[in-house]
């Protein structure tokens, strides 16, 4: 799990972070919590929390892979 780990870079680091997360998932399953739509960018399934009426969460998911595709 990395939680905002990438919260403070700026752009190039954020280009050597991706880099790096890329690198190492030919090998290992992260889990990465962000806000960075760079990082966003480079993930294969995106999972978020939306909440469109109050008090009541929804948890949605995007293959990005297929999303291409279209």
Not at 11 to 24: G, H, M, Q, S, Y
């Amino acid at each position: 799990f990395l939680d905002e780990v990438d919260a403070a870079l700026d752009e190039a680091n954020i280009v050597r972070f991706t880099e790096l997360l890329k690198d190492f998932s030919a090998d290992t399953q992260m889990i990465v919590i962000t806000h960075n739509k760079r990082t966003m960018a480079e993930a294969d399934n995106i999972y978020g929390v939306t909440m469109e009426e109050p008090g009541v969460s929804k948890i949605i998911s995007m293959k990005l892979a297929e999303t291409a595709k279209r």
